[in-house]
């Protein structure tokens, strides 16, 4: 299956080079096999909503800085890369989830912290104080490792808009679960349904996007499907939509029983 357009999120731009086309266009590059009876615009469908092993790794880091004159308004977000390991046809296909060391209302463990947990390292943060550093080097040191875990993987998908009031760049959420969807015809959930715009009134092409609705922590029993209400470690700030050449429906996942790497946490020093 084709990698995730989504891989191509935060790399470098590149040269861009302007060409003369009456001069001719200065580069080749390989021939390849042409099939004109694809769709060279169909996309297949992310994944079905299950709990999937996934194997971890860092995808982005960086630090907020709401107010630049007022460090109480920092934080470190951190955008988790997690890539299917326990399905044939799916494998390799990624899912993001962000976290951060802003402590929620009320909240003395921020979800960088969180994650730690539920990466084994429980007893590491036991009676610790630590700083939003050094939990955010721990975390991203460990991601790293490439360790393995079991997400909960479902569909959602939403629109954007203008708020008239305030001119802020909104998202109207419309579907929140992959049951939520319109069938196939085909089969399966149609991830490319359309809508109608709740302000233009317009019709809005939509995308599904994968979302991580569940984080099974080392030692929680794995229940498939789970139904979870809250997404406990997911902020949601701007869709990335999912999407990878291929058929047009979603197929059943067959399991292939992966192996969880192991990770020494011995190695993780949390200062």
Partial sequence: MAEMQQQNKGKAKGEEVDVDFTKGLPWGGEAHDLDPE???????????????????????????KQDPQDEATWYYRIAIEGRIRDSEEYNNIPAYLRVTTRLGRGKNISTVEGALIKLGLKDKLVGRKLTPKASAEALCKLLQKGPTTNWEIDWRASYQYIDKRTGATRYKNVYNTYEDFPDSPGGGKN?????????????????????????????????????????????????????????????????????????????????
């Fill in 38 to 64: 694809q769709d060279a615009w169909e996309f297949t469908a992310p994944p079905p909503h299950a709990v999937y092993i996934v194997e971890l790794g860092l995808f982005e880091a960086k630090l907020i």
């Fill in 191 to 271: 991830h490319q349904p359309v809508c109608t715009n709740h302000i233009t009134g317009g019709r809005e092409q939509l995308e599904a996007q994968l979302n991580v609705v569940h984080w099974y922590g080392k030692g929680e029993e794995v229940k498939q499907k789970a139904k979870v209400t809250v997404n406990e470690e997911l902020e949601i700030e701007e869709p990335t939509p999912i999407k990878a050449n291929g058929q047009a429906s979603p197929k059943p996942v067959v399991v292939t029983k992966a192996q969880p790497k192991v990770v020494e946490e011995d190695e993780i020093v949390l200062e």
